[in-house]
């Protein structure tokens, strides 16, 4: 009994260390989003809704450098588990130049597509100006953005976290200074609206992506770029893309479900759209570095422990990183469902949309404790290889609950809003319930084993 105990403030101590700075990283991510909302807020209902509908197409270029860097996280954190130092530079190299070339072709979708896109989703006229300016301002900065989330990921997977919380944190930092000056036209800046809003995110991405592409290149990290010739590994190839594809449509599930979804939460009016993302973005600033770096800190201590050869310890350290998400998360939960009024009113003042936004939010809160089993477990899965059972679940959860039984309990069975909420809660409880199932019954350690054993004869 001893030793289970000195076993789990072990791993919750390692959770603490490797994750603090990915929180501190995610708390200054998810603060340049919540500015965004709160300067749009100033302008207009509209401007809110236009800067969340353009995000859903926005998510794209994110879920793809989410997906790589997932596969370079669970490649990197392996191989530096097992020494393999050669190995892992040129995954992470092919990782970056694989995100790099997916984002070009947004680029050119931006420039050409922007306000059309924000028209399909049913928006009003407002709406989709506004939305259209910032969505093209955006894409321009993809290859860019993916390129900052790939590094970031391939460093954080040899147990380097801080360098990238010191790249990303500065780069948050200027786009929220230049949200705010190009936004609102403070000092002696343009009054540039929604477009200085876009602008300011553009900047900063850049400035993310070339540094963290020197710090790796540098002395300061333990990885190095690989050049072109030494990088070309078909089994690494392989590798990236079987682990990356399935996280990318994982994201995707939910990205995809939320043009319908918000399409149907524009049929109960703007207020409403614009109260779900201020809802959204104030459990995703109070919540998301928590949950985010429970679930990073897994895969990087899970797949090191793999990679080390121990996988009864990388199983040990998976449920112990679930018994601190679910504790710190319930209670995280509790607080969102106390303070959801006062945290709404800093994002808006309209009375409608506070009313709305308040309910959202309260949802949000409730759904905690099924964050706090999904992500500690998903990262756990991600880090050996599995990034399947975490994309069946959110598919699930996503498209059955809160698409299906949203719309049915809403709309055909006449529930309205309250309908919504419970099929919200719903699809959080299926993406729970899924990765429960497969940590504890699943073949994720021997798919690690597996992966190495390829990686290791190649």
Do not use: K
Request: aromatic letters at 8%; one cysteine or more; proline letters at 4%.
């Amino acid at each position: 009994m001893t030793g289970c105990r000195e076993r789990l403030i072990e791993i919750w101590g390692r959770t603490i260390s490797l994750g603090w700075p990915i929180a501190v990283q995610q708390t200054l991510n998810t603060l340049m989003r919540t500015v965004d909302i709160v300067v749009t807020g100033l302008f207009s209902p509209a401007a809110v809704a236009a800067v969340g509908l353009a995000d859903l197409y926005a998510q794209i270029p994110l879920r793809i450098g989410l997906g790589l860097g997932t596969g370079a996280i669970a490649l990197s954190s392996q191989d530096t588990g097992r020494g393999a130092e050669l190995t892992r530079d040129r995954a992470i190299t092919q990782a970056l130049l694989i995100g790099f070339c997916c984002g070009i072709p947004f680029v050119l979708v931006g420039l050409l597509f922007g306000p059309t896109l924000v028209a399909a989703l049913g928006a009003e006229s407002e709406v989709v100006r506004l939305g259209g300016a910032y969505l093209t301002i955006v894409f321009v900065a993809a290859p860019m953005r993916i390129v900052g989330l790939v590094g970031a990921r391939s460093l954080q997977g040899t147990g380097d976290t801080q360098t990238p919380m010191l790249v990303n944190g500065g780069a948050n930092v200027l786009n929220i200074l230049t949200t705010v000056g190009l936004g609102l036209g403070v000092w002696t800046l343009p009054e540039l609206g929604i477009v200085g809003v876009g602008i300011a995110t553009a900047i900063s991405r850049t400035v993310e992506a070339i540094a963290i592409t020197a710090a790796i290149a540098s002395d300061r990290t333990d990885l190095s770029l690989a050049s072109l010739a030494r990088s070309r590994d078909l089994t690494i190839t392989r590798q990236l893309v079987a682990v990356s594809v399935p996280n990318f449509a994982e994201g995707m599930s939910t990205s995809i479900a939320n043009f319908p979804f918000n399409a149907l939460l524009l049929l109960f009016g703007t207020e409403v759209n614009a109260a779900y993302h201020i809802g959204r973005r104030i459990y995703q600033q109070l919540t998301g570095p928590l949950y985010r770096s429970f679930s990073t800190a897994a895969s990087i201590i899970v797949g090191q422990t793999l990679g080390e050869g121990d996988p009864e310890g990388a199983r040990s350290a998976g449920q112990a990183i679930l018994v601190l998400g679910v504790i710190t998360l319930g209670c995280a939960g509790v607080a969102l469902v106390v303070a959801a009024e006062p945290l709404v009113r800093i994002f808006t003042q309209d009375p409608t949309t506070i009313g709305y936004a308040v309910d959202f939010t309260r949802v949000f809160g409730v759904s905690m404790v099924c964050f706090g089993i999904f992500f500690p477990l998903a990262g756990t899965l991600r880090g050996a290889g599995d990034t399947r059972t975490p994309f069946y679940a959110r598919f699930v959860g996503t498209f059955a609950f809160m698409l299906g039984f949203s719309y049915v309990a809403s709309i055909p069975l006449g529930y309205g809003l309250p309908g919504i909420y419970v099929g919200i809660v719903l699809s959080y409880i299926c993406w729970a319930a899924v990765v429960v199932v497969g940590f504890h019954w699943g073949g994720w350690a021997e798919t690690a084993a597996a992966m190495m054993d390829e990686r290791a004869h190649a």
